[in-house]
């Protein structure tokens, strides 16, 4: 065993996910468990679902025609031991148990010692890594848990490939196979179209493999690329030679050389010439470099890698500043796609082309997804396994309720996804018509339903879909996508065409709610723990001036229009109200000592974080109203981080906790004669706003692309209904139950369109 097996492990973990596919992967692995542990075999068996058959995909000791050759069915031999029991397996001599079988396809001699790992992710056991000794031998402690915690990382590797297509090409042999990719539902809606992939200038991740038309030029192009970034290099030499010693500056006259260096040149020309466009080329010339040094023990060379990574950017930077983003063709519908896909990409595509986006970075809240349910298309965030590289013009399905993309569907899937479309197409249609009719129920209940925004690009959708005012306008998006912070003046302009858009309508401006997943560029947040951390209504109490500049552009934006409210987020303790309607109030005085006509708006809180929740009486004394933030407040009372993928199962909308703090806000708030909203995404789900109509909750606000749905469940649940239903709700125990009783009302009233909805 190696002396230092945690930086083994460390190193081989670097490897495995540098690796650019499965293959590598596992080859990689199988190699280095045989050199760390010393053992004769060492051996990966994946288990194929529907052929019942654990398969060896690599191995370093068998004979390497046994890949794929050698296929064990479930329940036969060593393997399945391990798969079935889901634990490890460490035997002295392997040969001597029962279920032993010898492997005969590779004329294999007797092995005694035997050591099996299972390889799991998300419970499910993928398949088994392996080693086998000669000698009889029984494993030490340190190297099963060694062999547990490669093949934890494994599965990570595994689960990716077979996102991307890589593990159905290994078992079948068949390119182009149909899969599917888990994200979070960003904007709700289905769509089909081919894939769209945009990515940050000089980021060689993101660069998709794009097919060329002219190698020559493309070399060419790549060539004087090179030439570039050389005369770079000997210009950043020459600028440092008054400041450094003379055997630093030798590093620079290695980085041209490195450029230059047949490794990089002819290995990107050699990729062009067999058809990937030049970056798609520099992209898996620079991992192949980037292996290599990785591999390298001296830490001194391991470190050059970053300067590998470092060229491959700059050489890009130049290709890039060379060729014009690439567009599809035709007049198709496109679905954007790529690694952090940003609000400015959407203008990359006319907007009648452009059908839906997918990105591997972000959640339902960040600022492409507002955008997109603006704009009406559905979006799917936080692929984290998104192959953004292979899915150039491949055609997708994509479905923002669920978080789901479909790759290259089969015909069948398709079909079904054409009808949805089409459904969802009459549904909107049909919808349409409610836009002018009030949100009442049929028993006479009103309930106002608003619009959250944060864009100007939203005021005319927000009006259209019969918004009766906005229920949560985000100020940190103005500030999330300037590079300083907005200045009153500025400020004062947003919120006024927002403010003058709605007039008479009521519109909510909650203060700054920065910290947590939405960091300013020009304001950066360490910490380990940024949701629990300095966030919201936190920030802006440790920064009066900013808080102060935010109150005052607020206040006087609001002169003469009388629909201003304003709500203050991130609240878990008394004293941030009492200190916040200090500041506001000091705003307020300042602004009418300037000669300033300005009015005290109603001031409310959000309830997002459960200490609010029991504290509704003392909030109650001193704020005009309540609206409840359920996508925080989720993720605080279930501890469940709203943006984690791993953890999406358990982010559990209409989680009978958060039922009960639901009624539990809505009794104490009413106590005191005080309204209540819900303006989390929760309010646009229409299962639960028969739950939340039924629980009294007085407003409901939501992105515009959900108003019209909630709006027919308003006009067709009466509120005695809702509340009979709320009340059963309120008695059970597990979030599907919840949802079965929600859907199957919905469906008997003739609403069953918009189950989907909900899920
Ligand atoms: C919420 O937490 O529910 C909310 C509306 O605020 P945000 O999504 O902006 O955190
Ligand atoms: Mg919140």
């Known amino acids: 065993m190696a002396s230092n097996m945690l930086d083994v492990l460390r190193r081989i973990i670097l490897e495995v996910n540098a690796a650019p596919d499965l293959d590598q992967a596992l080859n990689i692995i199988v190699q280095r468990v045989k050199k760390a542990i010393q053992v004769d075999v060492a051996s990966v068996y994946l288990s194929d679902f529907q052929l019942q058959q654990h398969i060896l995909m690599a191995t370093d000791g068998f004979n390497p025609q046994a890949v794929g050759r050698v296929r064990l069915a479930f329940g036969e031999g060593l393997i399945s031991i391990v798969t079935e029991r ?13 279920r032993y079988r010898r492997i005969v396809e590779t004329g294999e001699e007797r092995y005694h010692g035997f050591l099996g790992v299972p390889i799991i ?10 080693v086998r000794q000669r000698a009889m031998r029984k494993f030490a402690e340190n190297e099963e848990t060694f062999m547990v915690t490669l093949a934890a990382q494994l599965a990570g590797a595994i689960i990716h490939a077979e996102a ?18 888990k994200g979070l539902p960003g904007a709700p809606g ?8 945009v990515y940050p200038p000089a980021n060689l991740e993101a660069i998709p493999d794009r097919k060329v038309a002219d ?7 790549f060539r004087a690329a090179i030439a570039d970034v050389q005369r770079e290099v000997r210009a950043m030499s020459r600028q440092m030679a008054d400041t450094l010693p003379p055997e630093e500056l030798v590093l620079f006259d290695a980085l041209a050389l490195m450029v230059g260096s047949d490794d990089l040149v002819e290995g990107v020309v050699g990729r062009i010439h067999v058809g990937n466009w030049a970056p798609g080329a520099l992209r898996d010339t620079i991992h192949e470099l980037l292996r290599a040094f990785e591999e390298m023990e001296d830490p001194y060379l391991r470190e050059r890698a970053t300067d590998i990574r470092d060229l491959g950017r700059r050489i890009l930077t130049r290709l890039q500043a060379e060729a014009p983003v690439q567009m599809l063709g035709g007049d198709g519908r496109v679905i954007l796609v790529g690694e952090d896909v940003a609000a400015a990409h959407l203008s990359e595509v006319p907007t009648a082309q452009l059908a839906g986006v997918v990105s591997a970075r972000g959640s339902s809240s960040s600022h492409v997804a507002i955008l997109a349910r603006a704009l009406g298309i559905p979006a799917v965030m936080g692929v984290a396994d998104l192959p953004v590289s292979r899915l150039e013009s491949q055609q997708l399905v994509i479905d923002g309720y669920r978080g789901q993309v479909f790759v290259r569907p089969t015909p069948a899937a398709l079909t079904e996804f054409q009808r949805l479309e089409r459904e969802e197409e009459q549904l909107r249609a049909g919808l349409q018509e409610l836009a002018s009719l009030p949100a009442i129920t049929p028993d006479g209940v009103r309930v106002p339903l608003y619009a959250n925004t944060g864009l100007l690009a939203d005021i005319s959708p927000s009006m259209r879909s019969g918004a009766e005012g906005v229920g949560l306008y985000r100020t940190e998006v103005p500030f999330l996508v300037r590079d300083r912070f907005p200045g009153e003046d500025e400020q004062m302009h947003i919120y006024r065409q927002v403010l003058e858009g709605f007039a008479p309508r009521p519109v909510i401006l909650r203060t700054l709610d920065i910290g947590g997943d939405k960091e300013l560029p020009y304001f950066p947040v360490r910490e380990d723990n940024p949701f629990l951390g300095w966030r919201g209504i936190r920030i802006t109490l440790d920064h009066p001036e900013i808080f102060l500049t935010q109150l005052r552009a607020i206040l006087r934006a609001s002169i003469g229009l009388y629909n201003l409210r304003l709500m203050l987020p991130m609240i ?23 000669g300033m006509p300005v009015t005290m708006p109603p001031v409310g809180v959000m309830i997002e ?31 469940v981080d709203r943006n984690n993928t791993r953890v999406a199962e358990l982010y559990q909308t209409l989680h009978p906790a958060v039922v009960r703090a639901l009624a539990q806000i809505v009794d104490g708030a009413h106590r005191h004669g005080k309204p209540v909203g819900v303006c989390g995404e929760l309010a646009g789900d229409p299962a639960a706003a028969i739950v939340l109509l039924g629980l009294g909750v007085d407003s409901l606000s939501m992105s515009v692309g959900s108003l019209l749905r909630v709006k027919s469940v308003v006009r067709t649940f009466t ?3 809702a509340h009979e239903l709320a009340q059963q709700v309120l008695q059970m125990e597990k979030e599907g139950a919840i949802r079965a009783l929600l859907n199957n009302a919905m469906e008997e009233v003739g609403l069953g369109g918009l189950v989907r909805a909900g899920r």
């Not at 289905?190 to 992939?197: F, P």
């Not at 916040?580 to 300042?590: F, T």
């Not at 704020?623 to 407040?633: E, P, W």
């Open 121 to 130: 992710q998300h419970k499910k056991v993928l398949g088994v890594l392996v």
């Open 719 to 721: 509120k005695a209904h």
């Open 215 to 221: 190698p020559d030029a493309e070399e060419a192009s």
């Open 609 to 639: 974080v459960p200490s609010a929740v029991y504290q509704i009486d003392a909030l109650a004394q001193r704020v005009a109203f309540f609206s409840v933030g359920t996508n925080d407040l989720t993720q605080y009372l279930l501890a």
């Open 164 to 181: 991307s297509g890589g593990f159905a090409r290994l078992f079948k042999d068949v390119g182009g196979a149909p899969f599917t990719l």
């Open 86 to 98: 889901a634990e490890p397996l460490n035997l002295e001599d392997g040969s001597a148990h029962p």
């Open 572 to 594: 878990s303790d008394v004293n941030e109200v009492d200190e916040s309607l200090a500041l506001i109030r000091r705003a307020h005085s300042e602004l009418i000592e300037d």
């Open 190 to 197: 289905v769509a089909i179209g081919r894939a769209l992939v």
